[in-house]
């Protein structure tokens, strides 16, 4: 890992173990005496909550799944089962329900928490591209367990996003002859494992949630050991300048996001004794019928924006274009950003661009939650919803394609501190 290693055995055990399989001076240099920049806040409990989350959705899911059926014809009324017969069955349940949405909670307090910081910049970039690909694993994982309880927006949510590939045959109509389908239609197919979500569609997709947590999981060691080469960043964005500005993880951070994570708990908890359907919807509770389309199909409440970015564009193929171009634009933010200047709070302008950024992804949800067909009544005039979503799509790339990079040149930037201790201590003291 970073800087060298304090770790001294205490005993003949673990001098034997340490010559053998430093685990334990690994463990101590990464969690225990790791220099951390002394000014970290509120914001940076979130990767040790995010791994948490992981670490309840992977137990909580182990044990759903010896009590899950992945068919067609059981699946709906095992979950009923694990509610209602299973020792604790509805706790599983709603923990692992729940826990999906607070898994994206902290994950989007995550990601906004390392723009507003500019923690993507130099030396940054890789931890911030497998933050990126992590997250895109955990669209995936989600949009598959949601597959699985064999509800009415289950089935529907899947038809709907596998479908989304058959766009691709307006780029190839034809994979071979004449009367042959075409790329997407072939793709959509070869994902459902025959002509319609069914079955097979069910089995390979438990199967592949059941897989992709561990994968998460690997690409979280990643994650953390590309963080811990150039070590964390903070909120003044500079960088440290020596063992002033640093405090020991152990016990600091431990300490702080242990609280933190007691509160995150808090409210985990709230939502799973006494709204554990809060964030669900009640045509779940309707078993998968490939005869009746519900009114409304909507996804969890985590992929709004991007539904809204769907839908508001008529084309199917540039909507799956723009939806997919949404996410693959985050791992270019390391270059589009050309501040020096990493942290947001001596950024006047790029602040207020950020804080529209975030309004806007909000409002992107709001919009993907309603009824394609819903309009405002702005004045007496009617406004179709369609509009405010393509603005808001078009602030999205805007922000990142033009904003981000322009701004980083034009700005003027608010001086900044000289180093962290001084920030924190004041200048007199950090001197001494
Ligand atoms: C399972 C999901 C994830 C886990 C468990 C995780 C874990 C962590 C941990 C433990 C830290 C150090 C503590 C902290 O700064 O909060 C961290 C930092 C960071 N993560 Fe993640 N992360 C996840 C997802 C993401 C995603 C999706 C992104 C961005 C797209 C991301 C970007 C970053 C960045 C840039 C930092 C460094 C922040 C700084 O030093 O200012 N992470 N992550």
């Known amino acids: 890992m970073s800087g060298n290693s304090t770790y001294e055995p205490k005993n003949g055990l673990s001098r034997w173990l340490d010559a053998r399989l430093p685990i334990m001076r690994l463990a ?42 992945p068919t067609a014809a059981a699946a709906f009324d095992s979950v009923e089962n694990i509610r209602r017969e299973v020792n604790y069955g509805w706790l599983l349940n709603f923990i692992h329900s729940n826990g999906a949405s607070m898994f994206f909670l902290a994950v989007y307090l995550h990601m906004f928490r390392g723009l507003y910081y500019g923690s993507s910049k130099a030396p940054r970039e890789v931890l911030w591209i497998l933050g990126v690909i992590i997250y895109v694993v955990m669209v995936a994982t989600a ?11 289950s089935f529907w949510a899947a038809t709907v996003i596998t479908n989304l590939f058959t766009s691709l045959d307006q780029i190839i109509p034809h994979l071979g002859g004449a009367h042959d389908p075409g790329l997407g239609t072939t793709i959509t197919q070869w994902l459902w494992g025959g002509f319609a979500v069914g079955d097979p569609t069910l089995n390979r997709f438990f199967s592949l949630h059941y897989l992709l947590p561990f994968v998460i999981a690997g690409l979280v060691v990643l ?14 964005g500079i960088d440290v300048k020596g063992p002033q500005d640093t405090v020991p993880f152990h016990p600091y951070y431990t300490v702080k996001d242990g609280f933190y994570l007691c509160l995150f708990v808090i409210l985990f908890a709230f939502l799973v004794f006494f709204a554990p359907d809060f964030v669900g919807n009640p045509d779940n509770y309707t078993t998968a019928n490939p005869l009746v389309t519900p009114p409304h199909i909507v996804p969890e409440w985590y992929l709004l924006p991007f539904y809204a970015m769907l839908r508001s564009i008529p084309q199917k193929l540039v909507g799956v274009l723009v939806l997919f171009g949404a996410i693959a634009t985050l791992l270019f933010v390391p270059w589009l950003d050309t501040s020096r200047v990493r942290s947001m709070r001596f950024r006047p302008m790029m602040k207020q661009f950020f804080w529209i950024f975030v309004a806007d992804c909000i409002l992107l949800g709001y919009l993907g939650s309603q009824e394609p067909q819903a309009v405002w009544h702005l004045g007496g005039v009617d406004m179709p919803l369609l509009w405010p979503a393509r603005i808001g799509t078009l ?15 034009i700005e003027t930037p608010r001086p900044r501190p000289d180093s962290i201790a001084a920030s924190v201590l004041g200048n007199a003291q950090a001197a001494e």
């Open 28 to 69: 101590h240099d990464t969690m225990s005496t790791f220099p951390t920049p002394r000014n970290l806040n509120v914001w940076y409990t979130f990767g040790g909550i995010l791994t948490f989350c992981l670490g309840v959705q992977i137990v909580t899911g182990i044990v759903l799944a010896m009590h899950y059926t």
């Open 223 to 236: 994650h953390i050991w590309a963080l811990h080469v150039p070590g964390n960043n903070n909120p003044l």
């Open 143 to 153: 949009f598959l367990g949601y597959v699985l309880p064999w509800g009415q927006m």
């Open 395 to 409: 602030y999205y790339f805007a922000f990142f394609w033009v904003i981000m990079p322009v701004i980083g040149l």
